[in-house]
């Protein structure tokens, strides 16, 4: 038994452990050098403080390109805007709870469903009227489908498993005190993008790690209360933040 280096890869999260791992013998073969990323479940990973290209740019690519076919198809609008949320924004946005997508691919796929939708010949459009009015905005548009399954997929975490929401609440108490973040550019991880998320609909998550603080509303509970009303909230606050930015 050889270890195989196109299949076996080491890691690690610092510059010493990276260097301890330079040339390290397994099972018979030797890994010449730790990978700084890599497709786990299919999700992409990074193991370093760069961001690194990987198998969700070429995801977000392949979704643009299938996105630009759909355009062509002789149905309906909302027939149209049905297979743009089954088929193209799923398959952009896998795995996006692991790591930070690339903001201009991201734009670019959100153009590109929202011609999907719209259609070839009708220029004059805005794209947060045409994702609040015509659309399902937290299926077919992309940039708010990607908000939606973030927090959904996190509040599933808590609520289906109690050893993970510990680990969610230690990850959040060391993001609060600024300890995970030491260089600018660094990936973040899913308790991250939370709290990039929540901070772009206007949320407060810096009181508790249970609850998102709403001003003039009241708290929307993480885990806690009924599901149908955390949903319909926050698609409410993605409607809310679409329209403003349109505003």
């Known amino acids: 038994l050889e270890a195989a280096p196109a299949k076996c890869w080491t890691f690690g999260v610092g510059g010493k452990t990276r260097k301890l791992l330079r040339r390290f013998a397994f099972a018979g073969g030797t890994l010449l050098k730790p990978a700084e990323s890599a497709r786990v479940l299919g999700a992409h990973l990074s193991f370093t403080k760069r961001q690194t290209k990987g198998t969700h740019w070429e995801r977000l690519e392949a979704a643009v390109a299938r996105a630009r076919r759909v355009k062509w198809l002789p149905l309906h609008f909302h027939e149209r805007a049905e297979i743009v949320a089954a088929a193209v924004v799923s398959k952009g946005l896998y795995g996006a709870m692991s790591h930070p997508l690339p903001a201009r691919k991201l734009a670019g796929l959100r153009a590109a469903c929202t011609a999907a939708t719209w259609g ?92 998102f603080r709403r001003p003039g509303l009241g708290p929307v509970p993480l885990c806690g209360g009924p599901n149908g009303y955390f949903l319909h909230e926050v698609r409410d606050a993605l409607r809310s933040s679409a329209l403003r930015t349109a505003a």
């Open 120 to 211: 070839g010949g009708r220029r004059s459009r805005c794209q947060e009227l045409h994702s609040c009015l015509l659309v399902k905005a937290h299926r077919a548009d992309p940039k708010m489908a990607l908000t939606y399954q973030r927090l959904t997929q996190l509040r599933r975490w808590c609520q289906e498993d109690p050893q993970l929401a510990q680990v969610v609440e230690a990850v959040w108490r060391l993001e609060q005190r600024g300890e995970l973040r030491q260089h600018k550019t660094a990936p973040r991880g899913p308790v991250g993008l939370i709290a990039l998320e929540a901070q772009a609909l206007g949320w407060d998550w810096s009181v508790s790690p249970w609850e």
